[in-house]
Nanobody, 123 residues
């Protein structure tokens, strides 16, 4: 699976962005997907995950209620809608395809990653 993110950019605090992740391959609908982010000097952090059919989603408390993950299996694409953005949301955001059977929050359980897209939130 190859993953390509898009949609990052510069936005003011309180604004919104929608990230997209286009996946190659015919197995997209059989793979759970996730979003992670990494700020300079910090570890990669779980942001959101969605099951294969999109019936369950997972978020950490830091983004719950502000971010929404969704997917369109017909388009091989997963999205991350980010609202009420804060300066602390500034990071490189990565899309990832889950390959393991462990917790959705663990980066090590994802076997394929995109190149990342920068999100910068100004105060």
């Amino acid at each position: 699976v190859q993953l390509v993110e898009s949609g990052g950019g510069l936005v003011q605090a309180g604004g919104s962005l929608r990230l997209s992740c286009a996946a190659s391959g015919r197995t997209f609908s059989s793979i759970a997907m996730g979003w992670f982010r990494q700020a300079p000097g910090k570890e990669r952090e779980f942001v959101a995950a969605i099951t294969r059919r999109g019936d369950y989603t997972y978020y950490p408390d830091s983004v719950k209620g502000r971010f929404t993950i969704s997917r369109d299996n017909a388009k091989n694409t997963v999205y991350l809608q980010m609202n009420s953005l804060k300066p602390e949301d500034t990071a490189v955001y990565y899309c990832a395809a889950k390959s393991g059977s462990s917790y959705y929050t663990l980066a090590n359980d994802y076997g394929h990653w995109g190149q990342g897209t920068q999100v910068t939130v100004s105060s």
